[in-house]
């Protein structure tokens, strides 16, 4: 009797349960190469000319005999996090080519977690370091305390 209310057959369900494997590492991937793309071209671009203007500041401050202690003490600690970042963006690179790009959906799919997704984790940390220590007319993107406080 259940055979006649059957929905979906184990054949489909099956299916299915494959496109939604893929879905979800084809997403991580997208998220993925989308963040290398915003670390590469709008991050450590706004990091660089930030560390540029404060290191220009250092050596005007130093130049008229005033400690430019704040400045390099700045420059150090985004310059480290540009550098971490750097290095993490390439580790995130390389887990996305050395991806399974066929094969089992559910292996690849764990792939994605286990290296990608947890690279992913690993590179936003030196960026939120960046975001709060980069000036704001530097940064590309609203902050987060923007996002938070205007909304109308």
Excluded at 19 to 29: A, F, P, V
Excluded at 112 to 133: G, N
Aim: net charge negative.
């Amino acid at each position: 009797m259940l055979e006649k209310h059957k929905v979906l057959s184990r054949a489909e369900i099956h299916a299915r349960y494959e496109i939604e494997l893929e879905n979800y590492y084809k997403q991580i991937n997208i998220e993925a190469l989308t963040m290398i793309d915003m670390v590469q071209k709008d991050i450590l671009p706004a990091s660089v000319s930030y560390c540029r203007d404060l290191a220009e500041m250092s050596l005007r401050k130093k130049q008229t005999g005033i400690n430019p202690g704040f400045e390099k003490n700045l420059l150090q600690k985004i310059s480290a996090a540009s550098d971490q970042l750097y290095t993490e963006t390439g580790k995130l690179e390389k887990d996305i080519n050395d991806a399974p790009q066929s094969g089992n959906p559910l292996e690849i799919a764990k792939y994605y977690r286990s290296h990608v997704f947890s690279q992913m984790e690993a590179t936003r940390k030196p960026a939120d370091t960046i975001e709060s220590l980069v000036g704001s007319k530097y940064w590309p993107y609203p902050t987060y305390g923007e996002l938070l406080f205007s909304v109308v």
